[in-house]
């Protein structure tokens, strides 16, 4: 049974960085589409950023576009997302995700995909 599972959440001030990492078991990374979504409070859940099973194609929201970067460790079969110049408005829990190998980034972060798996989801707080 394929599972996902984050770690590297936590606190940070405004401003600073954090790492999230996605170990996978169950598939190999690259063939599956991979993404992290956040969950905050009153809000859907939104598609923070995604990429394709390849690594060639990648996707952001517009929120945190030049600030994260997604990236993956076939060796490591873990995705990462390295979250720089973090906001208050960042704060929320984070999911990884996975999804069909053809599934376009753009469907999936955008909500047009129905997601195949999930991972528990972590918390990441920026606070002053």
């Known amino acids: 049974q394929p599972r996902l599972v984050e770690s590297g959440g936590g606190e940070v001030q405004p401003g600073g960085s954090l790492k999230l990492a996605c170990g996978i078991s169950?598939?190999?990374?690259?063939?599956?589409?991979v993404g992290w979504f956040r969950q905050t409070p009153g809000k859907d859940r939104e598609g923070v950023s995604c990429?394709?099973?390849?690594?060639?194609?990648?996707h952001y929201a517009d929120s945190v576009s030049g600030r994260f970067t997604i990236s993956g460790d076939i060796d490591k079969n873990t995705v990462y997302l390295q979250m720089n110049d973090l906001k208050p408005e960042d704060t929320g829990v984070y999911f990884c995700?996975?999804?069909?190998?053809?599934?376009?980034?753009?469907?999936?972060?955008?909500?047009?995909?129905?997601?195949?798996?999930w991972g528990q989801g972590i918390q990441v707080t920026v606070s002053s």
């Open positions: 995700a996975a999804d069909h190998l053809f599934t376009p980034v753009q469907d999936m972060c955008g909500g047009r995909a129905t997601i195949t798996y």
């Open positions: 169950g598939f190999s990374l690259g063939y599956m589409a």
């Open positions: 990429m394709s099973a390849s690594g060639n194609d990648t």
